[in-house]
């Protein structure tokens, strides 16, 4: 009797302590800065069920390097979470997909974009109400803030940030760091509505040199991300990064040899410059683009 | 008799179900939610098709 009551006792501390165990995800940035931008992509996550071939991948293509942390989760269990990063410049993380225990890890692998967001918990209600999904609850993430991944009214996931030091000052992107995020959705009036509502940016349109039209939102003059209809009829609505590059053409080119797939091949952009979009070994999508900075031009 | 086997089942039950609750602790939080990706749904079926000819930064 005694040792079944020893038994329980055990077991409570260990759902107990399993219950509080949270993952304390480093910060994104080196330099907090104590200001919220709502709106801004903030920071990207790659999960992939290769880590190892997505390291050589994307140090060749652009450059990066990646810093094993191998987090804690209690109970002798670790996540092998990586810090990536651009020039010396925090840009994103990475993790191993295997660990989710599905399946098909390959079908997960993706990244995913983290928009920052004033108040967490207000900003979950509205994507719930604007017809959005919750994935996972607003979770504590210690020094990193507070993190919840949604999908939003179409369908395309990522997540939601709420800084607990303040988000990344507006730079330039440099060739090899995030340029642009877009979100490729089945229609674009209903996703503007929705991402306007959830962040408080401004809706604006561009005109192409197609006669079409370009859709973003906005932070006073400074666009954050943009909205494209689906562009790739294989696709469901997803979010797709932007990586600067110098020379699509001579990128696009080793992406084979380095495990990856080109998805769809330089091409001339209508407002100059060319993108292609790739896949890396993965299968996780991602675009890259030239892009010439107008001595005039805001930071991104 | 009949008790002391009620309560005997009854520790055993709740003992597995606390034992099941440990599973929740191999998952890693946050992004252990996360679904098929789009790019993941595809499949390796070679090139696709579309343009982003009109994506990307504009300003």
Redesign the interface.
Known sequence: MRL?KL??LV??F??YG?AT???NLPSITDTPTGKYLPGKIVWH?L?THTPEASKRFYGELFGWEFEDQGLD???G?T?NYSLIRHQGELIGGM?DAN???RANP?????W?VVMSVADIDKAVDVVQDSGGKL??AA?D?ADRGR?A?V?DSQG??F?LLQTRDGDPADREAPPGGF??D?VWPADVKLASAFYTRLTGLQSDT?A?A?G?E?H?LKSAEK?RF?L?Q?????????WTS?IRVQQPAAVAERVAELGG?????V?????G?Q???I?GPS???I?I?S?QQAPS??A? | MFQLWFKRLAQVALMLVMISGLYACNNPQVYGSIGVSSYGKMGNSGRVSGSISIGGRIR
Do not use: H, M, N
């Open positions: 079944f038994f329980f077991l409570f260990l759902l399993c165990q949270q993952p996550d999960i989760f209690g109970f269990r996540v993790i660990l989710f225990q390959a079908e997960l692998s993706q995913v994935l996972t979770t993430v993190l991944l999908e395309a996931s997540a340029l642009w877009e561009l192409t197609g079409g370009y973003y666009p943009g494209l689906q562009p790739v009829k294989q696709l469901s609505p997803t932007y797939r080109v998805l769809l091949p091409q001339d952009r209508d407002a410059g993108a292609a979009l896949a299968g996780a999508g675009a683009q892009w031009a805001a991104k």
